[in-house]
Every structure is written in structure tokens, then in C-alpha cells.
């Protein structure tokens, strides 16, 4: 049916197929009254729905395009599209910087650290900053957060929501000198409601949610993020049969890659560190193996440099490898301390 | 499957207090709940004294920073400190009187455990057991003291062994964190230290949280079961103590120090707080912060 391969939400599906409206053709030439009519939905929704018809007419007829396969892209369109959409920004200047101006969509990103290095921190920024305005150089978006290690904390989130709100407004105001902008009416809490928060308690629960996150996002197209908090956790409990979980592993990964891709979202996993014994001495990697390295766009490590936290660009299609410090604030992830006194200073 | 609601959540964690408001002001309430906690610390530095008075404390209305609450005390050292838990809940019992049950030991359900295997086979027990409310108060508080002598004896250097033993950490972790979310427990487990040996430093002097290095009675010491372990809890502090002259006292030809033990806690990682610290003390009455 063809109708059912269109991006569109189950309800409406429903209401397509129940009123006889099975192939793109029998929607190519109708008025979005007549469709809202038969429907009984409002004619703004309808005209969605022929929009997304439309699209999907384009798609199915290959020959009006250039493109070899369906849903093919040249290189250039891609290029173009990419510029179209804002990268989510790390509150960090230095870190955003390494990564071309903040964590793309459609990439899969890989975030790897000791613990008390700031995963957890950068994951609930990240699941913030995704909820930023248009108007403020953002996404607009919401997140969904999966917690596989349960050190997600409500308080905390607030306290960055807030601190990210607050930025907000005082950013407010320094446009307004210039020219008149419009208040600014999130609240902190608005930004929790936004962020869907899925607890995981075993790998089966895990890769049972990877399975379903398709149908959650058809249904919430404006999830921007999927954080995964952290991929690690469950699978380092209790295999015995390694070649079983790098399967799992490399098709949750594919999943999640598919996922980027379908719904224009970025995707990023933090993962452990582990010691890992080769020839005899002992030397530290991110956890799940060879393989797993594999499955990622990018990769990025955290480490201490110091007293300085540090990230540093491992692995990337696009960008150089390049570290840069950033700190833990109770703001959230900022900008380091020393770095800013450098700056003075010069 | 469905989102949580984050708005649905309290929008602070429920918190168990260490009974003491400096402390308690240090760790940002409490211990967690919904999270397992780990206290690190050399032996005779308080961790168990430190466990013994969240067993108590647990049981205070939520109004006073309890959970109105049981506690299971699953202890690995023997013997499990009867005499202490008695003395502290004398003290404890005459200072809340109208908020507790008359013998606030019955409320603390003791369990020994010898090592790791036995710990993951009476886990379904222990599910069971909360799952049941056949206590006077449900059961909101796990205590693991210690986790390291767990894993004593057993496991080998060599990477097989450390491979085994850390899948079974992940194990034990997992489950512990199940239960802590199924029925909004705090997990509070202990550990132990070791010397920090600098000829193998790279991976034994792998920073891990606030503290570049700890130290504790003058020694620099790292938290036993390495890396694969602090990989398991969600918030680490660590207790340690250190001999300081307070004063020198010269009398005739003797040339006295005056010494005194001061303890501190550190925060070396929690995902609510920031890096912090706070000095205590151990009276007989438990212990207790002190306010600087």
C-alpha cells in the first residue's frame, strides 16, 4: 500500500486508508478541502498530508530526477541541505569549534570518557541546547534522552535549563539596543517537558526501545537529538558469546544511524572507558571493541589533561583531529576557566 | 514503551539525610535515591559508621529527611557491628522519640553475604523480599558494606580473571540499579582502597573525578576494583583521614605534638553535584559535620 509508506502519522494513515485513499495517485489531484471534507480533519492538516504526498510522488517517479535510485541525493544537494540546518551547540565555544559549531544532524556521534569526566553533564546540555529557538540560532527541537545508567537527575537538568533560559533573555537583551525582539517565554520547565526521558534496565529493554524509537519519532517529528546514556552499560554485564554482541551491537547501530538519516536527528552515545591487554601490557580505549569503533560518524574523547577537562576529536569523516578543554560549571558544560583568563590577558 | 515525564519526577530527587545537616548540606541533601551511591575510603575512616547512621535515619518521616523507610544492611566484613548500631540507636531514638518506632534496630534487617556469586543468587530474594511488604516499613534502603570484600580472594591478575571479574561487577551493578529504580531505593555500597603503586602509573593513576589524587593517612591511595567498578555507581565520595599537629606543647625538656585525626568527605563525582568537600567528625553519638 502505498499510502502506508508515507511519512505521516498512524492516525492519519488510518483515516486515509479508511476513506479509500490507498495509492499517491488518488491524492495527486485533490484540493485540500475536498481531502479535509472527506477526512474530517482540519484543511491545514490536510494540506500537510498532500504536501508529504507529493514529496513522495517525486520520490517515486525517478525519472523527473537525476537521481539513479529512489531517494538518491547528489552530493551537491546534500552540501546545501546540510547548510540549511543549525548544528546543536555544546554552550561551549572551544568544543563547538572542534566540532564545526556544535554536534551535526544526521551523524552519529560517539562521545567516550572516564567516569566523572562530564558524559552525563554534556548529554543533558545537549538534550537543552536541542530546545533553543530558531530566533537564537537553534534547533526549536526536543530531545529523547535514554538513561541506561540511571545517573539522569531532574534536579540537575533544571538547574541547566535555567541556566540556558537565563542566557537567553540577557542575550535578549543586548539585541534589544538595537532593534525591538520579542520577549522571551520559555520557562525552565518547558524545556523538561520536552525532553523524552526513557530509563533502561537491561540490553533487551535497550534494543527494544532502539527498535520502536522509528515509531516514536514518526509520531514526534520534532525530536532533533536522541542522546544514549550509555550504550556501554548493559552490555558489559553478561556475555559470553562476544560474536552475539557485536551483532547486537552493529545492528543498533545501523538502527540508530537509519534513524539520523530518515529523520534528519543527531545521534550520540557516550561510551566507557576500558583497559584493554594486548601483547601483555595494559592500555586504555573506549569500551566494546574493534568492531563498535566502526559503527560511529564520529568519535570524540574526553580526558583530563591536568586539572583541565579536555575533548578530543578521535575519529571524523569531516573534521581535523583537535582537542579543546571546556569545563563543568553549575551552568552547565561552559567554556574553561584558564582559557578565559588567557583571553584577558591578551 | 513510553517516556517518562520528567514534571511528573519531584523535581529534586527524594534525598536520604546523613542525618546531619552540615553533611547533608555537602551532598546536596543526601544520598539519592534511584541511584547507587559508593562511599571509598580506607579502613577506619567511617564508612561503616557512616552506614549504620543512614540505617537509622532512613526511618524518619520524609518530613525530617527519611523515608519512612526499613533498611537492608547486607554486610561482607565480620562481625557486623551490633554494639555500635545499639549505642547509635539509643542515641538516635532518644533524640526523635515521636517520630520512630520505640526500637529502631528492628527496623534494619541484617544480612551476611560471603561473596560475589552469593550476592547475584539471593538477588531474586532480596526482589522478593521488597516486593512483598512484609515489613513494618517498606524497605527503601540497601546497603552493600563492603563491596570489595566481595571480591577478595577468587580472582587472579591475569586478564581472563579481570575480564570475569569485571562482567560480574556489571552484573551486580545492573541489578542493584533494577531495583534501585523498580522500588525508589537508595543503594549505598562501600569500597576499599589500595596503595597507589607508581611504577605501573598510566592506567593505576587514571584520574577519575574531582580529585587529581587522594590521599588518606599520608599515603597516596586509589579506590580498589579499578576502573571497570567506578564505572557501576553513579555518585562516588570519598572519606579519608589524616593525622595533623594541632599544637606543639613544650614542657621542660619533652617536646609534645599534640595530634589530632581530621576526616574529610569529598565529592569525586556525582552527576547533581559539584565538586565539594566537608570535614567530620565520629562521636558517640554518630557522625557529624563540621561547619567551617
Redesign the interface.
Known amino acids: 500500500m502505498e499510502v502506508g509508506r508515507l511519512p505521516l502519522s498512524a492516525s492519519q494513515r488510518g483515516k486515509l486508508i479508511s476513506a479509500g485513499y490507498t495509492t499517491l495517485a488518488s491524492l495527486s489531484s485533490l484540493s485540500p478541502s475536498h481531502l479535509a471534507r472527506d477526512l474530517r480533519i482540519p484543511e491545514s492538516e490536510a494540506f500537510e498530508i498532500l504536501r508529504v504526498a507529493s514529496l513522495g510522488c517525486r520520490l517515486e517517479q525517478p525519472d523527473k530526477r537525476t537521481a539513479i535510485v529512489n531517494g538518491g541525493q547528489t552530493a551537491w544537494e546534500i552540501l546545501n541541505e546540510e547548510k540549511l540546518y543549525p548544528r546543536i551547540t555544546t554552550s561551549c565555544a572551544d568544543l563547538d569549534n572542534i566540532l564545526g559549531g556544535g554536534i551535526n544532524c544526521k551523524e552519529v556521534t560517539e562521545i567516550g570518557g572516564?567516569?566523572?569526566i562530564g558524559k552525563?553533564?554534556l548529554g543533558i546540555q545537549l538534550a537543552v541546547n536541542v530546545q533553543i529557538p530558531a530566533d537564537y540560532g537553534g534547533l526549536d527541537g526536543k530531545a529523547?534522552y535514554i538513561d541506561t545508567?540511571?545517573?539522569?537527575?531532574?534536579?540537575?537538568?533544571?538547574q541547566i535549563a535555567e541556566a540556558s533560559v537565563l542566557d537567553m533573555s540577557q542575550y535578549n537583551e543586548l539585541l534589544r539596543k538595537e532593534s525591538r525582539a520579542c520577549q522571551i517565554k520559555i520557562q525552565p520547565?518547558d524545556i523538561?517537558?520536552k525532553?523524552?526521558?526513557?530509563?533502561i534496565?537491561?540490553y533487551t529493554e535497550q534494543i527494544?526501545?532502539i527498535n520502536?524509537l522509528d515509531k516514536?519519532i514518526s509520531e514526534h517529528k520534532d525530536v532533533k537529538i536522541v542522546v544514549i546514556d550509555s550504550v556501554?552499560?548493559?552490555f558489559?554485564?553478561?556475555?559470553e558469546d562476544l560474536a552475539l554482541r557485536t551483532r547486537l551491537l552493529g545492528g543498533m547501530a545501523l538502527k540508530l544511524m537509519n534513524l539520523g538519516k530518515k529523520y534528519n536527528l543527531a545521534v550520540v552515545i557516550f561510551n566507557?572507558?576500558?583497559?584493554k591487554?594486548t601483547e601483555g601490557s595494559?592500555q586504555?580505549s573506549l569500551a566494546l571493541g574493534d568492531s563498535w569503533s566502526h559503527s560511529c560518524t564520529n568519535r570524540v574523547i574526553l580526558y583530563?589533561n591536568?586539572?583541565e577537562r579536555n575533548a578530543y576529536i578521535d575519529k571524523s569523516p569531516s573534521l581535523r583531529s583537535a582537542s579543546a578543554s571546556f569545563s563543568?560549571?553549575?551552568k552547565g558544560i561552559r567554556n574553561s576557566a584558564s582559557n578565559h583568563k588567557r583571553i584577558k590577558l591578551m | 514503551m513510553k517516556p517518562e515525564k520528567l514534571l511528573e519526577h519531584p523535581l529534586a530527587t527524594h534525598k536520604l539525610t546523613l542525618g546531619c545537616p552540615v553533611l547533608d548540606r555537602c551532598l546536596g541533601g543526601g544520598i539519592p535515591c534511584n541511584s547507587v551511591t559508593e562511599l571509598v575510603a580506607e579502613s577506619s575512616c567511617g564508612k561503616t559508621q557512616f552506614c549504620l547512621q543512614l540505617a537509622l535515619f532512613a526511618q524518619l518521616p520524609p518530613s525530617h529527611g527519611g523515608l519512612s523507610a526499613s533498611s537492608l544492611y547486607l554486610h561482607t566484613e565480620f562481625p557486623f557491628p551490633f554494639r555500635r548500631l545499639h549505642q547509635l540507636a539509643h542515641s538516635f531514638s532518644s533524640s526523635h522519640r515521636n517520630l520512630i518506632a520505640p526500637d529502631p534496630c528492628e527496623d534494619v534487617y541484617v544480612h551476611a553475604v560471603h561473596d560475589a556469586h552469593q550476592l547475584l543468587d539471593i538477588m531474586p530474594h532480596i526482589e522478593s523480599f521488597l516486593a512483598s511488604s512484609k515489613t513494618r516499613l517498606p524497605v527503601r534502603l540497601i546497603v552493600i558494606d563492603s563491596i570489595a570484600a566481595l571480591f577478595r580472594g577468587e580472582f587472579d591478575n591475569t586478564p581472563l580473571d579481570l575480564k570475569r571479574r569485571s562482567s560480574l561487577f556489571f552484573k551486580i551493578s545492573g541489578k542493584l540499579k533494577l531495583l534501585a529504580k523498580t522500588f525508589g531505593l537508595a543503594v549505598v555500597v562501600t569500597n576499599q582502597v589500595v596503595d597507589f603503586m607508581g611504577a605501573i602509573e598510566g592506567i593505576n593513576g587514571l584520574r577519575v573525578g574531582n580529585l587529581s589524587s587522594l590521599h588518606s593517612s599520608g599515603r597516596r591511595v586509589c579506590p580498589a576494583l579499578g576502573l571497570a567498578w567506578s564505572n557501576c555507581v553513579n555518585s562516588r565520595f570519598f572519606l579519608s583521614r589524616n593525622e595533623e599537629i594541632v599544637r606543639r606543647e613544650n614542657n621542660g625538656s619533652e617536646d609534645n605534638l599534640c595530634r589530632q585525626t581530621k576526616r574529610r568527605l569529598d565529592v569525586v563525582f556525582a552527576p547533581h553535584l559539584p565538586q565539594s568537600s566537608c570535614e567530620f567528625v565520629i562521636t558517640k553519638q554518630g557522625v557529624f559535620g563540621v561547619d567551617r
Do not use: K
Not at chain 1, 149 to 158: D, I, K, T
Not at chain 1, 195 to 199: A, H, L, M, S, V
Not at chain 1, 236 to 239: A, G, K, L, V
Open positions: 572516564v567516569p566523572g552525563t553533564q529523547v545508567e540511571g545517573s539522569f537527575m531532574v534536579e540537575r537538568a533544571l520547565t523538561l517537558e525532553i523524552y526521558y526513557f530509563r534496565c537491561s527494544a526501545l520502536y516514536f556501554t552499560f548493559h558489559r554485564q553478561d556475555f566507557q572507558v576500558t583497559t591487554c595494559f586504555l583530563w591536568g586539572d563543568v560549571t553549575s
